[in-house]
């Protein structure tokens, strides 16, 4: 703060600042915290939405949830969700980033075609996927049968067992893009001269890329493994578009069971239990990211 | 072009992109392909359309109705909105030093953890209750609301990497910390905002959880609710439905492709750091 002229202006400055913060930050209590509070509040009643009074039943949701399988169901889809967002479409997005980065002809052809489908609205995901995994005329049961692998083919989105596997697939396709752009921008940003000495070592461009490339990738990657765990959390619309949860309940997670159980059955009560159940989950496995992003800011500001 | 000089091509990097860029495009060739069929062809997925078959899109537009242009008009302003919010949290954050800076901005971000979901009830009844529940205002604000821990986590990297300097010297200068804001920082900022506009469209135009808890009729229903809801009626037409699903996904795909040189260069200032 050496660079103030004086107390006077320093406290100017504060008060710009404040006076920036202050709509943010009020919109934030009210759009955050009171619902969060709120949905707390009510997980503790059992109300239908509509009637006047709501009775309280103390932690009687929590329980009742914590008995029901359909509940650690959804709860490990969830999980499974987070596994799968975290490996499948970085994976995929980084071989793809490693592929394009050795200056392939048609590079920007190829771009923009692992990038496309990032831009599709979820429900568009659903719909064209739901076509694609039709079961008697859809394209993958067509190609298949083409191949000879037609006993091979299921009933995609209608058997429980594979219906979630099918998902993930389609979900592939849609969020691999994301990841693909930030790891490409990111190796564009590596200084040539390191890979250069890597290779006048004798590395081979393997070694080079996993020893050299990859490690300095770290930013690119930390934003990946964020936003996939995030979207992991708050999976919601592909799931509800695709199939809401069906069959027999087989894809739900959290945030469409919750959902069918607020708007579909008006147990509000029971829906908030479920919502808090998530804000936990969520918590747990993303407070660490938080706070690593917001440390991280602490170390730029000393440099 | 760094890698170029360095690795030797060798047919395997070609045949890896080619593979995956024609799984990536199989399924939207699939979807041009079936919102050109007439019913009667619509079962022979592999086949080319004998004559291009116009009148699913007139379906389409028909049963969609207004929900195209109140995507619009949630759409555009709402991008507007919320970058101009996270940039007037991420200023202060940016350049305050000390702990209550540091408080703010993480309890701002712990709102990226919040899955959405979870503060639909209230919310519901809190919308209804302002008299916003069913209209295109309530939403610009929702999606602006909701759209504060992400901008300004987005535009306080950004703002970050602008030189330090520039702050310093300008405030010697005699700027005020507000003048800067305005007149120095917003234009240095403009990839990142491209960037960030770009996000936002992507995330506002594709939202479907808003817009079902919260409108329920043409006066303010998006288009990803109308589909939502033309595809879960229990004889599909895959006709139509593809091609309302085509209609919808292309202003955000036209925005990705026009602005893309932009918005790699915008994450890059916000994650290259």
Known sequence: ?303 | MSAQTINRRGPVPYTVAIVFALVFVAPLVLAILTSLKSPAEITRVLSVPTELYWQNYATAFERMGRSLLNSILITAPAVVLSIAIGCVAAYPLAFMHGRGGRFTYFVLLTGMLVPFQIVQIPLFFLIRSIGLYDTIGGLWLVHTAYAIPFCTFFMRNFFSSVPRSMYEAARIDGCSAASYFWRLLLPASASGLSALAIIQSRAIWNDLLFGMTLTSSDNARPATVAIAGFASSLQVEYGPLMAATLVSTVPVMLAFLIFQKSFVRGLLGGSGK
């Open chain 1, 1 to 303: 703060m050496a660079h103030m002229p004086a107390k006077a202006g320093w406290s100017r400055t504060t008060l710009t600042f404040a006076g920036f913060l202050a709509l943010p930050v009020a919109l934030f209590a009210v759009f955050f915290l009171y619902p969060i509070v709120s949905t707390f509040y009510l997980s503790l009643h059992d109300w239908d939405g509509v009637a006047q009074n709501m009775r309280f039943i103390g932690l009687r949701n929590y329980w009742v949830l914590s008995a029901q399988p359909r509940f650690y169901h959804a709860v490990l889809n969830n999980i499974s969700w987070l596994v799968f967002m975290l490996l499948g479409p970085t994976a995929l997005g980084l071989l793809l980033a490693a592929v394009l980065d050795r200056g392939l002809r048609g590079e920007r052809a190829f771009r923009i075609i692992f990038f496309l489908p990032f831009t599709i609205p979820a429900v568009a995901v659903a719909a064209i996927w739901r076509w694609v995994y039709e079961p008697s005329n859809g394209l993958l049961t067509t190609l298949m049968r083409n191949v000879g692998l037609g006993e091979f083919a299921q009933n995609w989105l209608g058997d429980p067992g594979v219906v979630n596997f099918a998902l993930m697939g389609a979900v592939l396709w849609w969020t691999t893009g994301f990841a693909f752009l930030v790891f490409f921008a990111g190796l564009r940003n590596i200084p040539v001269e390191l890979l250069e000495a890597a290779r006048i070592e004798g590395a081979t461009p393997w070694q080079s890329f996993w020893r050299v490339s990859f490690p300095l990738l770290w930013p690119s990657t930390i934003i990946v493994l964020g936003i996939s765990a995030i979207d992991a959390m708050r999976l919601f619309d592909i799931v509800w578009a695709t199939t809401s949860g069906g069959p027999a309940y087989a894809s739900e997670v959290l945030a469409t069971q919750m959902y069918d159980v607020a708007f579909g059955r008006f147990e509000m009560g029971r829906a908030s239990a479920i919502s808090v159940y998530l804000l936990l989950i969520a918590g747990v496995v993303i407070m660490p990211y938080i706070a690593y992003m917001s440390r991280r800011v602490a170390d730029s500001e000393a440099d």
